[in-house]
């Protein structure tokens, strides 16, 4: 049973975010990062498969909206944690984690995310990591493979941004869009607040997650915790800083483009992210799969069985030392 306060009220205070997934909540402190909420689950005994993915943990990385949290992997984790040691993070801003006044830029989350990952290596004996992340969090994700790539054995991109047509390809790798006259509007409390409200409103998180879903019909489950989710102190810091830029980066072509390790890359056909023109240059490379489905920018909540077998094929072949791109399914991509 999935745990998240299904008889509050959608809009109803309170200081404490609901738990959100079968696994165990755990904690850390990162110097970078600050305190970081992470959930942790796996099978009774390890390798129960007989296959070397079942000894490495994998890490489930949310995306960043103005209610999201580690409830946006649910059915991954309970996919994973019946047979592998499975992790979801609460990025920084989000969850359980810290949502203090600080500037919640790229390197932030990125900070976060080898925090964790360390976590995960030490808690298993120094085990390379598999990790999933969700839209723009593959950005995060893509930075944290090359800052530490001995960490990381591969990389799942789910929907993941940067490569759109009008995706910017300025600056220095390490560069983010972020806009300081946005983000100072944003933090007038008179704008800003009544802007949040709005944002965080039932009507409003139900509008963006039909243009997620690409449809009128979306996880029901999914928009009542997304609706708890953002009414907590400090909920709204992370947003605004997303809102304003600070979390995209400025030319994540070039930055996807420099990842060594297999890479899978998967999304829908349906919504608003679909545009992937610019992955034409990059998915062609033999540590780069991809398989396009026709659902929405999360294809995991409505066809979980295929998303998984899709990733076992990949996960297959790097077991047996085989490059991901014969794994590729073509498809389209506008």
């Known amino acids: ?48 498969s007989g296959r070397p993915s079942a000894e490495v943990p994998i890490l489930l990385v949310h995306s960043i909206n103005a209610s999201a949290s580690a409830h946006e992997v649910h059915p991954l984790f309970e996919a994973f944690r019946q047979r592998r040691p499975t992790y979801a993070i609460d990025l920084p801003g989000y969850g359980h984690s810290e949502r203090s006044d600080r500037t919640y830029r790229q390197q932030l989350m990125v900070d976060g995310l080898l925090a964790v990952i360390a976590r995960m290596r030490a808690d298993h004996g120094g085990s390379v990591v598999d990790a999933l992340a969700v839209s723009i969090s593959c950005e995060f994700l893509a930075k944290a493979a090359l800052a530490e790539p001995a960490a990381l054995r591969s990389l799942a991109l789910v929907s993941p941004t940067g490569f759109a047509r009008n995706a910017p390809t300025r600056g220095p790798p390490e560069a983010d869009c972020g806009r300081p006259a946005v983000l100072r509007v944003l933090n007038v409390s008179w704008i800003g607040q009544p802007l949040f409200k709005l944002l965080r409103s039932p009507a409003s998180i139900r509008f963006f997650l039909r243009k997620t879903w690409g449809r009128k019909e979306i996880d029901e489950e999914f928009f009542r915790v997304s609706c708890r989710m953002a009414r907590f102190p400090g909920a709204h810091r992370a947003p605004f800083h997303f809102l304003s830029g600070f979390l995209f980066g ?8 420099q990842l060594t390790h297999p890479v899978w890359m998967v999304h829908g056909t349906r919504g608003d992210f679909t545009d992937y023109r610019k992955a034409d240059r990059i998915v062609d490379k033999e540590n780069w799969a991809i398989s396009v489905l026709p659902t929405g920018a999360l294809p995991y909540f409505e066809m979980p069985e295929t998303f998984v077998e899709h990733y076992d094929e990949v996960l297959e072949r790097i077991d047996a030392g085989r490059p991901v791109s014969t794994a590729k399914e073509k498809g389209p991509r506008r």
């Open 1 to 48: 049973m999935r745990p998240a306060g299904r008889t509050l009220p959608l809009n109803a205070p309170t200081q404490t975010p609901p738990h959100v997934l079968n696994g165990e909540r755990r904690e850390l402190d990162d110097p970078r990062a600050g305190r970081i909420s992470y959930y942790v689950a796996g099978p009774e005994s390890s390798g129960r």
């Open 250 to 257: 400025a030319d994540m072509p070039t930055v996807y483009s």
